[in-house]
């Protein structure tokens, strides 16, 4: 299965370039379908997009009117190293250029099919939607989060689910420090009972409670039985 990565401002540091990245991973910007989805991978590593690479604004632009008249892609996601907008209050960790946001916002809110993009770096999970269009930033899976879990500050992975005819889906999957399952030690086979527990996501301690029928804001729980 072939892995493709997109930059960071981590991968220039120290040459403000990235020629020993692109020796390992190839192109820092492209783009490819499948499975009816359009994916379009940037380069942010200066913090910008024009300024990292002015060539993939154009090819942002390309492959977005190409989706429009190629009835094999039914959605496009961008993904870029960089989100178009923090969600802490503080706005460190975004994009810098405002006007190179809004022109994002722009492209992706006119595109005739559905688009969205993804970002990571500002270490908090978070989705939001500019005029319909989707913004996810994903959660570090390393670094220190810059929040309490409530809030999206959590370490973790997200996988999206691409399926035909169908909107991709994000699993987000949060690194379990401890968990702890509340229910019955038995149950007669027909009855039914309510599941409930505590997670701890190793961030500040902080434990989150949850149960069959919680809905816990930020990521995924699934209850299964063996």
Known sequence: MPCLYVPGNHESFGTDNLDAWKAVFGAPFRTFDHKGVRFVLLNSTRGTLRGSDWDQLPLLER????????????????FA????NDPDPGDASQLGDRKEVALLETLLAASPK???????????????????????VLPSSGKS?????????????????????AEPRADVRAFAQELRVDGPDALAAGSDATLGGMVSTGASGTMIETSATSRTPNFSFRWMLP
């Not at 559905?114 to 996810?136: K, W």
């Not at 810059?146 to 005819?165: K, L, M, N």
């Open 81 to 84: 190293h960089h989100p178009t």
């Open 114 to 136: 559905p688009a969205m993009m993804v970002g990571s770096h500002a270490q908090i999970v978070n989705v939001d939607r500019v005029e319909g269009v989707p913004f996810m």
């Open 63 to 78: 492959a977005l009117d190409e989706a429009a008249d190629d009835p094999a892609v039914k959605q496009v996601m961008v």
């Open 145 to 165: 989060p810059y929040g309490t879990p409530d809030r999206g500050g959590f370490t973790g992975w997200v996988r999206y689910g691409i399926h035909p005819g």
